[in-house]
């Protein structure tokens, strides 16, 4: 009988404390300082081994410590369960709006979000909890996006923009995870393969870096002419979408827009096109438009769905449309923790209240440096 090789939440916390301890020894450092005793604070994360991992750590520094679920589809139930069964609130059911409230419910002090849904939700429907939030802290590019179009009454920290997570998680992180989740989702050896990268952001940059690197042959597809020259300088053709759907035989989005890529899209699109997100939400690829047209749906395997399109065509979607990295928990986990180490020492420096000004404050150089220095530490003991 063949040995089950996936890792339980469990145990891929213990494998993060073998290979790369970050948060252990920031949970040491939280330990010793206890700096959120009296805090309490709601964070909306995507819900996987890594956070696990986090909130374990963060959770010795004191304060209480509330959840809600980013996206049903990227929650790891192992990874609830743990979290639960070490004693934390992890509000995971209902429509998002539900889990926010929820979570809000306990009164926080500090609010972590991802995608910046948790504040929308603190600043519409909740504004009972709104007056005791003392600060916050954005994760993603769509959250930073949202939060700068919006009115908050307290400083939230944008820790997406600092010079850490787009050169290491956004470049590096999802460029390896997306890959390794096709292969695993599909069986393909990806060298000789056709790709067309939708969007050239750093997440993009790493998709076609990594897809290089594999031995696939990568095209580039952005709206800003600006990142298509940087695109060309990096050595890949830049079609436009039209002309490179007819060759490819992948196509990523990496755009943080809803609807990149449509039925219109894909009339043009060679037959058995691979379909694959890795931005932040479900609805770069409109996959609910597929569902709705396709003449034939076939579940090929978990993750793994061919439709037959109208025109005769099909196309296969992977992780419904939802980022295949995070869906299938695929990748070095090293980029992630990494960020979240960032997080942590963001919320330290925030329990800590110094006087920040309303609105988008950036993550500053120390914080950065201090994740740094525990990542190198991390990666080779004693190098200091
Ligand atoms: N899967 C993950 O683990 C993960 C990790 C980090 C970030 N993300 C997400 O990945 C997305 C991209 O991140 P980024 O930092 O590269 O963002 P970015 O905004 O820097 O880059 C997005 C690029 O897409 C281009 N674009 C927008 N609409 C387009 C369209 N319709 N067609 C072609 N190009 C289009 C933009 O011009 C831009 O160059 C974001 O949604 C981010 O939240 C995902």
């Known amino acids: 009988m063949s040995e089950d090789r996936s890792l339980s939440a469990e145990q891929e916390v213990g494998r993060i404390n073998v290979f790369f301890p970050i948060l252990r020894s920031l949970g040491n450092h939280w330990a010793a300082a206890r700096p959120w005793e009296g805090h309490t604070i709601a964070l909306n994360l995507h819900l996987t081994p890594l956070t696990a991992c986090l909130i374990r750590e963060l959770s010795l520094g004191g304060g209480s410590f509330v959840l809600s679920a980013v996206n049903p589809r990227t929650t790891d139930s192992a990874s609830v369960d743990l979290l639960r069964n070490l004693g934390f609130r992890v509000y995971t059911g209902g429509d998002m ?19 910046f849904d948790l504040f929308h939700s603190l600043l519409e429907r909740d504004r009972g909890a709104l007056g005791g939030v003392r600060a916050g802290v954005e994760i993603t590019r769509n959250g930073v996006t949202r ?8 400083p939230i920290v944008n820790i997406n923009d600092g010079r850490l997570k787009d050169k290491v998680e956004n470049r590096h992180g999802v460029g390896e995870g997306i890959w390794a989740a096709v292969s695993m989702a599909t069986g ?3 060298a000789g393969r056709r790709v067309l990268v939708l969007g050239y952001g750093p997440v993009g940059r790493g998709l076609a870096r990594y897809a290089r690197a594999a031995g ?14 940087f695109a060309h300088y990096d050595g890949y053709p830049t079609p436009s979408l039209r002309d490179g759907l007819e060759r490819a035989r992948i196509l990523v989005t990496a755009t943080g827009r809803r609807d990149a890529v ?11 096109l691979v379909l694959v997100n890795a931005g932040h939400g479900g609805d ?11 003449v034939n749906r ?15 065509n099909t196309v296969t979607v992977l992780g419904d449309g939802h980022p295949l990295n995070i869906v299938l928990n695929s990748g070095s986990p090293e980029p992630v923790l990494l960020h979240f180490a960032v997080l942590g020492l963001a919320l330290e420096w925030l329990a800590s209240e110094p006087d920040l000004p309303a609105g988008e404050v950036a993550v500053t150089g ?19």
């Not at 709206?223 to 020259?229: A, K």
């Not at 449509?262 to 058995?272: F, I, N, Q, V, W």
């Open 216 to 229: 696939m042959a990568v095209e580039v597809c952005d709206t800003d002419p600006v990142r298509r020259l």
């Open 366 to 384: 120390d914080i950065e440096n201090r994740a740094a220095r525990f990542a190198l530490e991390a990666l080779n003991p004693s190098s200091g």
């Open 284 to 294: 770069e690829i409109d996959v609910a438009g597929i569902q709705r047209s396709a």
């Open 147 to 154: 939060l700068r179009g919006s009115s908050v009454p307290f």
């Open 298 to 312: 076939d579940h090929v395997a978990a993750q793994v769905a061919r439709y037959q399109l109208e025109t005769g």
């Open 188 to 190: 393909m050896h990806l």
């Open 97 to 115: 709006e539900d889990r926010h409230l929820q979570a809000l419910s306990h009164r926080p002090d500090l609010v972590v979000d991802t995608g």
């Open 262 to 272: 449509t039925l219109e899209h894909l009339a043009h699109a060679r037959d058995g």
